[in-house]
């Protein structure tokens, strides 16, 4: 396997869940739940999503999935959680040629529905895949599983910041994507079976995972636990999300009052300045939300709002703000870029 870290996953754990935190959401096609949990929806509104604290021991955290209906899937409805691994760490499986290395995924999971249900791997252009079966022999327990996977030797496989594989586990999708066969690559965009569980199909049923670790060999080893800090740095690669100071809220000069940024005023309504990353970021992040940020120059404050904060720039380990319509500000000066608020952010995105 080499040195380095063997887990291939991000935040397996789900430890980490800047967006929503622990709070529930209902994810449109591309919304994450926990950090680099990307869930793949033909239809809005079919389920539910939070980080929990319901987990297997060793565990702190997992990923709760509720559905909110019983919808009956058509042929060419896709419900699926992926989870995709960036090329340049997936480059190691030598996927494409015949040294393709084999993978194991392990994971813990517990759902309200027993029986089949169906996980796998593709590749980024969805012209390989694989499926695998996967049983919940008891309802509403925690149980460990483990799939193998063959290495893929033929096929496009990315090795740069793109996607090199996708994960994906399967929420009730329909029949036209049920594999012909598992265990084997297939040159199709498939990721169910024909007797796979519809976990939207059941008003209210509830599917929990955590622990999920795709390493080389043939072989699930213990989860690879990592720290914290650790595990919340290498999800700001992908995403970050500035939140306000515990506290803040103050009048100018308070202490504790979020600032995160020096702007300068450039001219007597614009001010410009650098917001530093702290990492090196995917790709040159895009500006997704913000929500009480203030900016306070020479005892003056300005609340962005309507779209008047904009990227005067990007790189992957800086961003450049502008904002804009101010008054009574004056050439020159400088000032702090604040989220003032507990429930203030502002975030930036270079996820998939």
Known sequence: MGTGRKNLVINGGMTVSQRALDTEVTPAHTDYGPDRMRFDLSQSSKLKVQQDTDAPAGFSHSMKVTSLSAYSSSSNDYFLLQNMIEGIDSARLKWGTSEAQPVTLSFYVKSSLAGIHACGIRNNNYTRGITQRYEIKAPDTWERKT??????PNGTWETTTSAGLKINFDLGSGSTYEAASTGNWLATNDFITSDSVKIVGTNAATW?????QLETGRVATPF??????EELQLCHRYYIKFRGAVGGGGGYGSAGDGAIATLANWTNTSAYGPIF??????????LTGYANVNYFSAGNTFAPSGGQMYLAGSSRNRVEITIQSMTNMSQGNAGWLRIDN???YLSFDADY
Do not use: D, K, L, Q
């Not at 799939?147 to 893929?152: E, L, M």
């Not at 929990?208 to 999920?212: D, L, Q, V």
């Open 208 to 212: 929990y995972i955590t622990g999920i």
């Open 342 to 344: 507990v429930n203030g």
């Open 224 to 229: 690879e636990h990592r720290s914290i800090a």
């Open 147 to 152: 799939v193998t996977f063959p290495g893929c």
């Open 277 to 286: 990353m702290g990492t090196t970021m995917r790709y040159a992040p895009t």
